[in-house]
């Protein structure tokens, strides 16, 4: 049976913006206060989907969520009708009004973690929900990922869904940004790589002194038991802590790795030469033959990985065999970067061809090609049991770009979150998007 790694790319919401909301994220921080443009955002994110697309790759639409957060101000103690909790949040804490207003579910490779039918030992493809504990702003998302994600992937025969991890930074999740699925065929059982930054109950494990490690090792570990995956199939390895100190805040920034290749930066890891012998050996058990491309420090600083996002690259593989690196715009802008990847796809190697997309206004919060899909490995009969509405096709491309062009407002800034106009604006294009991409119905004001 065919199989094949669909890429499930998260559509910008209509409030994106620059609210420096991620302490250790480099991008963020920087840009804070920026006026953003929410319509350009969301049309270079469907250029990704449609390039890929054309390029012969399943490619699917995940959607964003209500923001503001409404209900999540009220939790936090404001009330009144929803105009007012707004007003009244603006103007006694605004940091929490920009919170609600994130658009961070844009970045999907947080969304959740996702192992293969061929992993799982009941055989269905298993997603947990990441709880995104690190950031208040995150920490909202997963109960309507939760159900974007049941709405999409609905059929209980071949889907398993888990709610997020516990609550608390000890299980502190980001999902399949520090997750990564090697293998032969993407329907054979493969070895599933959790990279994490701390391990919240053991002190041997060195943490970074600077910037927070936002996966440990007791959440990938619980999500490899809940997916019931394999000692076999599994290997755990931790991640440079001074690396997360530079900016590397997931290994995603760091790393990316697809089929039975590895390509990293040389200071990615804790133990290296170790780790790569355990999944070398256990990807040879599977009949696979597990490669890795080591970028040295001497071509590529950390400071110009975390710059460039070189590695948070969609790593693709074309029928041929051969791979395909998705990079940002800002490679091509950093001399070393740029020289080594022209190095990089004339050596011959497996990575052939380098891609580059502008992503500018994800960027510029710290959100890369890589940040914006979500991969999920399916074969024949899963694809076909996945909700036909989120499958990206030309008529569906064209009614997003025109969904996006109605809808959204091409510059917002701090002071633009507090209009209450702008919730209405969100929820009248949100509740005809679930319409679009047949989603029934999702979001909090649909729902209460
Ligand atoms: O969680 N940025 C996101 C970026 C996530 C990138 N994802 C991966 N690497 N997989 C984050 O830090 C910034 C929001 C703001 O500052 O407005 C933000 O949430």
């Given at each position: 049976?065919?199989?094949?790694?669909?890429?499930?790319?998260?559509?910008?919401?209509?409030?994106?913006?620059?609210?420096?909301?991620?302490?250790?994220?480099?991008?963020?921080?920087?840009?804070?206060?920026?006026?953003s443009?929410?319509?350009?955002?969301?049309l270079?994110g469907?250029?990704?989907?449609?390039?890929?697309?054309?390029?012969?790759?399943?490619?699917?639409?995940?959607?964003?969520?209500?923001?503001?957060?409404?209900?999540?101000?009220?939790?936090?103690?404001?009330?009144?009708?929803?105009?007012?909790?707004?007003?009244?949040?603006?103007?006694?804490?605004?940091?929490?009004?920009?919170?609600?207003?994130?658009?961070?579910?844009?970045?999907?490779?947080?969304?959740?973690?996702?192992s293969p039918?061929?992993?799982?030992?009941?055989?269905?493809?298993?997603?947990?929900?990441?709880?995104?504990?690190?950031?208040?702003?995150?920490?909202?998302?997963?109960?309507t990922?939760?159900?974007?994600?049941?709405?999409?992937?609905?059929?209980?025969?071949?889907?398993?869904?888990?709610?997020?991890?516990?609550?608390?930074?000890?299980?502190?999740?980001e999902?399949?940004?520090?997750?990564?699925?090697?293998?032969?065929?993407?329907?054979?059982?493969?070895?599933?790589?959790?990279?994490f930054?701390?391990?919240a109950?053991?002190?041997?494990?060195?943490?970074?002194?600077?910037?927070?490690?936002?996966?440990?090792?007791?959440a990938?570990?619980?999500?490899?038991?809940?997916?019931?995956l394999?000692?076999?199939?599994?290997?755990?390895?931790?991640?440079?802590?001074?690396?997360?100190?530079?900016?590397?805040?997931?290994?995603?920034?760091?790393?990316?790795?697809?089929?039975?290749?590895?390509?990293?930066?040389?200071?990615?890891?804790?133990?290296?030469?170790?780790?790569?012998?355990?999944?070398?050996?256990?990807?040879?058990?599977?009949?696979?033959?597990?490669?890795?491309?080591?970028?040295?420090?001497?071509?590529?600083?950390?400071?110009?990985?975390?710059?460039?996002?070189?590695?948070?690259?969609?790593?693709?593989?074309?029928a041929?065999?051969?791979?395909?690196?998705?990079?940002?715009?800002?490679?091509?802008?950093?001399?070393?970067?740029?020289?080594y990847?022209q190095?990089?796809?004339?050596?011959?190697?497996p990575?052939?061809?380098?891609?580059?997309?502008?992503?500018?206004?994800?960027?510029?919060?710290?959100?890369?090609?890589a940040?914006?899909?979500?991969?999920?490995?399916?074969?024949?009969?899963?694809?076909?049991?996945?909700?036909?509405?989120?499958?990206?096709?030309?008529?569906?491309?064209?009614?997003?770009?025109?969904?996006?062009?109605?809808?959204?407002?091409?510059?917002?800034?701090?002071?633009?979150?507090?209009?209450?106009?702008?919730?209405?604006?969100?929820?009248?294009?949100?509740?005809?998007?679930?319409?679009?991409?047949?989603?029934?119905?999702?979001?909090?004001?649909?729902?209460?």
């Amino acid at each position: 049976m065919k199989s094949f790694e669909v890429n499930f790319d998260g559509l910008v919401g209509p409030t994106h913006n620059y609210g420096g909301l991620s302490f250790g994220n480099v991008a963020s921080q920087s840009n804070s206060q920026q006026a953003s443009n929410p319509k350009e955002a969301a049309l270079q994110g469907l250029e990704k989907m449609k390039a890929l697309m054309d390029m012969g790759f399943v490619q699917g639409v995940l959607a964003p969520q209500e923001r503001p957060d409404v209900a999540a101000l009220r939790s936090l103690g404001f009330s009144g009708t929803d105009a007012q909790v707004i007003e009244r949040a603006a103007k006694e804490a605004m940091p929490l009004l920009v919170a609600s207003c994130s658009a961070s579910s844009m970045w999907v490779a947080n969304a959740a973690t996702v192992s293969p039918s061929a992993d799982t030992a009941d055989g269905r493809v298993h997603f947990t929900a990441a709880n995104l504990n690190c950031k208040y702003h995150r920490s909202i998302e997963h109960p309507t990922t939760s159900r974007v994600l049941g709405a999409m992937f609905a059929d209980q025969q071949h889907f398993a869904h888990h709610a997020a991890l516990p609550a608390v930074a000890q299980f502190g999740d980001e999902g399949a940004a520090n997750h990564t699925r090697f293998c032969r065929e993407y329907g054979e059982a493969g070895v599933e790589f959790f990279v994490f930054g701390r391990s919240a109950f053991d002190s041997r494990y060195p943490a970074p002194q600077k910037y927070p490690a936002r996966q440990t090792l007791e959440a990938s570990q619980a999500v490899a038991r809940l997916h019931g995956l394999s000692e076999e199939g599994v290997v755990f390895a931790q991640q440079n802590p001074s690396v997360i100190d530079q900016g590397v805040f997931h290994n995603d920034v760091i790393a990316v790795g697809n089929g039975e290749l590895l390509f990293h930066h040389q200071d990615a890891f804790l133990n290296t030469e170790q780790m790569l012998a355990e999944l070398h050996g256990k990807l040879a058990a599977r009949g696979a033959n597990f490669q890795s491309i080591s970028v040295p420090r001497d071509q590529v600083a950390v400071e110009d990985a975390v710059r460039s996002y070189l590695f948070n690259s969609q790593l693709l593989s074309r029928a041929d065999g051969s791979m395909l690196l998705i990079v940002p715009e800002e490679c091509r802008a950093n001399p070393r970067v740029w020289q080594y990847l022209q190095g990089l796809t004339a050596a011959g190697g497996p990575i052939r061809e380098v891609k580059v997309f502008d992503l500018k206004q994800s960027m510029q919060n710290g959100g890369g090609p890589a940040c914006l899909r979500l991969r999920v490995a399916l074969n024949e009969t899963e694809l076909a049991a996945v909700n036909p509405g989120v499958i990206m096709t030309a008529p569906l491309y064209d009614t997003l770009t025109q969904w996006v062009s109605k809808h959204y407002r091409d510059a917002l800034r701090e002071s633009d979150l507090a209009d209450p106009q702008l919730l209405l604006e969100c929820r009248t294009a949100l509740d005809e998007l679930t319409q679009i991409l047949k989603l029934g119905s999702v979001y909090p004001f649909q729902i209460n």
